[in-house]
């Protein structure tokens, strides 16, 4: 059986590192820049990074109507940090005009675990990843103020949801691709 294909998406933010941890848990990755890097995909990342830049650029490369469509037909997700914020059903304190996939049932918070300088590796108990702990990063992030009630919640940091999954979506709040754990994304591969 050949193992599905993945695409992270690589218009700003730290994507180079999903794609090393995503073919070091043995998938085809590549990057999506357009509609048509698309084609063929299992599951895609939306990475972290700025939020408002990355919605900017999905505009601009015509990407919002292609990923809401391919999401429609099955595409899995994985979001992490600002690609949860762009997944959410709704985004507080968010720039006017700021638009979101509708991908999870969730209401995020943008940056609210503080500025840069609050930003730190955290260890969580994950029972969905095994028994360990896991090392993770907030970098500016947002917090999970509301989940639907299909969403499952994984994890938490300071009492609030940090990690939910929605069917085979998966959105985090943090990032385990710079810490270099791969257990988050054999998660997600383990559904595609």
Known sequence: ?????????????????????????????RTVRLPEDMIGLAGLVLPGGESTTMGRLIEARSLRQPLQDAFAHGMACMATCAGTILAAREIRDGLPQQFTLGLFDIVVRRNAF????????????????????ILVAFIRAPSIEEVG?????????????????????????FHPEITGDPRFHQLFLAGL
């Open 149 to 173: 009630p299909t969403v499952e919640v994984l994890a938490r940091h300071q009492g609030q949801p940090a990690a939910v999954r929605q069917g085979r979506n998966m959105a985090l709040t």
């Open 1 to 29: 059986m050949t193992a599905p294909e993945v695409g992270v998406l690589a218009l700003q933010g730290d994507f180079r590192e999903h794609i090393r941890l995503l073919r070091e848990c043995g998938v085809r990755a």
């Open 114 to 133: 503080g500025r840069q300088q609050e930003s730190g590796e955290v260890w969580l108990e994950v029972p969905a990843i095994g028994s360990q702990p």
